[in-house]
């Protein structure tokens, strides 16, 4: 349908589009008091969560300042933290599994008050429960009753245990121990879980973050019923993760140690040996010193000896790393004091802390366990990563090694100009020298580790304590009853569109107009109870808007001395026979002389309607067997301006287009009447509508609210479009009153409603 008018009309106002909302008013009550009450029933059971938080600051290579430095030294073998590193190690399984089982997490205490109530018991539990040997978690919680101070029954048998005594429960054996705050309670149910299932929910209930990219400062969060315990757990995770990286500092300086012991004692064997030819050599030539060219070439080769040594020490200890990366038994990598790589230190680390906690996850899941199966994937992604750095930096080194080579083989033909006996001792001695110096590195690498071993320095430093929020965070009953509010009206909503949108039937005015380019002459509004004829009453509203259907007809017809009208519906009840019936009655209202026809040859109702008696005349004279027009029609005793044609006796089984005499029929009507109403049958089944067309001036077609499909509007376009009506109107009938009138027309007692 063509619109010329402006962009932004009526039909897009915030009124209209919430009027189908509006008119479902209640649905949006009952859904607010139902969510207010779901909202306090959640508030009431939801065990409420304070935020326990800490701040602690950590030695970050590119972050914050570096140690002095006397730390620098006595700590050389320490790497700098990577604060992001550092950051998933503190909330790592391995640490927070720890705590876990020091803590006895995995058992958890509450007094049971009803089926949907109880209060969690952290630090203060009467009673404390050990397992013995294996035990179920599957299994359901243990309820206890305590009855003194030495028995307690469990929940459903009559027996009496004494604390201390070992119980069979469901799960397994189990031990009640009485704690210091021990109470006499009726309910108090005890659930063990599984460990890792306590520790992954720790894990995700704790938030680390750091202040800004370029802060070495961590905040650390987490969510717990209790004040005291999350205040707890939270310390102990921090213990413990400061206490792991003094653990793996030690497992790297005594690994450091014991290669470093080993090749002292390599080359001290092959320092005594150069040191006892050199000796004997001086002794058999009388040989004391050595000239000053000599000398000279001597200090060269040392020097350049000594660099090759100690670039072959780099590649011993990064072929010593590479083997630890290729070897999956081991579980602590050495650290390297020779190589400064930032980025190979923070691999390492990494990897030593994902193997740890592969370990922990193996000996309480097995090897087939998704976790550990995650933990192997990340680890041999590590690995990788290690072995490109290794074999970058072992290329490095081995083209220094090429040219301090090429410096050395230059060296030695310069040599050759020197005599004999002193070039034999030069060769003594440099071997002497080249060994005396890789031991003197060795004995100050020994040394430095050794201290570093005995002082190993936390990078830890805590700057707030875990403390705990006054009031609890979650559940937020602010935030809480804002979205149950929204809740509320959004599923109404939800819940009309999805139906509306479901729906095959017209339920709105807008839809007819949107779909057809026809008049809509008048809306009927729907009865409370239903009643045929309504057209004559007073103060009636729905005598009314039939007054303003003749109305409307009565504009687009001006000029007709007789009018005939024919009134249709794409299928049955859909109000066609109570339009024509009071349509009819309307106009003879106001001394038109006004004939009702009644073709609705299925279902025929005119005759009751009017309360006359049935006869078939109107049958005979369509089939040919009776052919006097003026035998047909019979006066409505309450209106003799209103005479009424009916079919009330046997069907007649003729087609439309066989009806004899319509021709004769049609002649005479309008000759003797104003008003000609058809009474047609439905145009989507039967074909006798478009057989009457020819001889109407206008076609009223019904449209029901909730009652017509949207299919039916299709058909009736296409048929509009195809010109099968003659001057086709509208008519939406059983339209619901809110959609009609505003609520202060309504209000007011224009009408009598009924």
Known sequence: MTNNGPAFTDDFSARNYLEKYFRKKLFFIFSIVISVALTFAYLWLKTPLY????????????????????????DFLDEQKIVDNEAEIIKSA?????????????????????????????NHSPVELKTIGSYTTDAPPIDIKILSKIHYQLAGSPTNYKFGDTVKAEGGNIVLLATKYFTVTDKLRITISAKDLVTQNIKKNILVSTPSKNSSVINISMLHPSREAGSRILFEILKEYNQSNIEEKKKQTDSLLKLIEGRISS????????????????????????????????????ENDKNISETKIQLEILSTLSGYVNNTATSVAPPNPGINDPYLLSMVNKLNQLQLEKETLSKTTGNQNPLVLTKLAQINEVKRSISQNLELQKSNLNATISQ????????????????????????????????????????????????????VFSKMRIIDNPYSSIKPVKPNKIVVFLTALLAALLFPALVINLLSSFSNKVISRKMITDKL??????????????????????????????????????????????QTILVTSSLNAEGKTFVASNLALSFAMIQKKTVLIDFDFTFPKIHSIYEQAENNRFNEYLSGTLNDP?????????????HIISNAGAKNEADGSEFRNLEDLFGFLKNNYEIIILNSLPYRIFSEPLALEK????????????????????????????????????????????????????????????
């Open 51 to 74: 935020q326990i938080q800490s701040t602690l600051v950590i030695k970050d290579e590119k972050k914050g300042e570096s140690n002095s430095e006397t730390l620098k030294e006595l």
């Open 517 to 562: 380019d026809v008049p809509l002459i008048g809306e009927i509004a729907t009865m409370k109870k239903f009643e045929y004829l309504v057209a004559g009453k007073n103060k009636n509203i729905y005598a009314e808007q039939l007054r303003r259907i003749r109305t409307q007809i009565e504009r687009l017809q001006s000029n007709k001395t007789a």
């Open 94 to 122: 391995t640490i927070i599994g720890s705590i876990v089982e020091r803590l006895s997490l995995d058992k958890s205490y509450a007094v049971k008050h009803n089926i949907f109530k109880s209060t969690p018991l952290f």
């Open 630 to 642: 003026w035998q047909l029609a019979v006066p409505y005793v309450k209106h003799t301006n209103l």
């Open 404 to 455: 301090l080579m090429t410096n050395k083989r230059s060296v030695d033909a310069n040599i050759g100009s020197v005599p004999a006996s002193e070039r034999k001792l030069l060769s003594i001695v440099r071997e002497k020298s080249i060994r005396e110096s890789i031991y003197l590195y060795l004995l100050q690498k020994r040394e430095e580790a050794s201290i570093a071993d005995a002082a």
């Open 267 to 302: 080359v001290s064997l092959q320092l005594g040996a150069a040191e006892s030819s050199e000796e004997t050599f001086k002794s058999n030539k009388g040989i004391t010193t050595l000239s000053d060219d000599s000398r000279m070439f001597l200090d060269k080769v040392k």
């Open 695 to 754: 001889y109407c001036d206008l076609s009223i077609i019904n449209i029901r609210h909730n009652v017509t499909t949207k299919k039916s509007l299709d058909y009736l376009n296409d048929a509009i479009q195809q010109k099968a009506f003659r001057n086709p109107v509208l008519v939406y009938n059983d339209v619901p009153l809110k959609d009609l009138y505003d609520v202060d027309i309504l209000k007011n007692k224009y009408f009598t409603k009924k």
